[in-house]
T-cell receptor, first 112, second 114 residues
Framework: KNQVEQSPQSLIILEGKNCTLQ??????????LRWYKQDTGRGPVSLTI?????NTKSNGRYTATLDADTKQSSLHITASQLSDSASYIC???????????FGTGTQLKVEL | KAGVTQTPRYLIKTRGQQVTLSCSPI?????VSWYQQTPGQGLQFLFE???????NKGNFPGRFSGRQFSNSRSEMNVSTLELGDSALYLC?????????????FGPGTRLTVL
């Protein structure tokens, strides 16, 4: 079983709508949790980095939250745009800061 | 400021051959890390270099190796290629603090092993 599970696996929403992507993890403790956006055919782009003691971090229309008790993180996208269509990946830095565990990713498609 | 560059962008090799991929980090960045991305396994961490020293390593066989030069440029080498090595290889650079700094990824090198 993957230590970092993301849901849903894929999602289609209409432009302008909000959406929330989930990341459930079993690895503990961890140094930080990151969300990346990856456009097709391109390298990932960092959206947010949160330490285990932070609850929320925003980057424009992207807001990440972290609940250490339930071992869940969410990425909320507000007022979606066509350019938000991409894969979103949750990543945990564990093992004292020298091990990266990647989530399975959520493929988001924003349509007109 | 120029971003992370990787060369070549595409590469086709045959089983048993070896390959060297190159990564030039953003100017001033001293940490370079490498990743393998496949449809089946997703993103996986290979290793990270800082000041010409490998600081962190993922769970890949010894056929995968790397090095970093004094100008922070890094190379990754895969020997005795296998079909399963076909993947997108990404490198990322950061200022130096692997744990907290934002990582900037290059466009990747698409390796196909026939």
């Amino acid at each position: 079983k993957n230590q970092v599970e993301q849901s849903p696996q894929s999602l289609i929403i209409l432009e302008g709508k909000n959406c929330t992507l989930q990341c459930n993890y079993t690895v503990s403790p961890f140094s930080n949790l990151r969300w990346y956006k990856q456009d097709t055919g391109r390298g990932p782009v960092s959206l947010t980095i949160m330490t285990f003691s932070e609850n929320t971090k925003s980057n424009g229309r992207y807001t990440a939250t972290l609940d250490a008790d339930t071992k869940q993180s969410s990425l909320h996208i507000t007022a979606s745009q066509l350019s938000d269509s991409a894969s979103y990946i949750c990543v945990l830095l564990t093992g004292g800061g020298n091990k990266l565990t990647f989530g399975t990713g959520t493929q988001l498609k924003v349509e007109l | 400021k120029a971003g992370v560059t990787q060369t070549p962008r595409y590469l086709i090799k045959t089983r048993g051959q070896q390959v060297t991929l190159s990564c030039s980090p953003i100017s001033g960045h001293r940490s370079v890390s490498w990743y393998q991305q496949t449809p089946g396994q997703g993103l996986q961490f290979l290793f990270e270099y800082f000041s010409e020293t490998q600081r962190n390593k993922g769970n890949f066989p010894g056929r995968f190796s790397g090095r970093q030069f004094s100008n922070s440029r890094s190379e990754m080498n895969v020997s005795t290629l296998e079909l399963g090595d076909s993947a997108l290889y990404l490198c990322a650079s950061s200022l130096g603090q692997w744990e907290t700094d934002t990582q900037y990824f290059g466009p990747g090198t698409r390796l196909t092993v026939l």
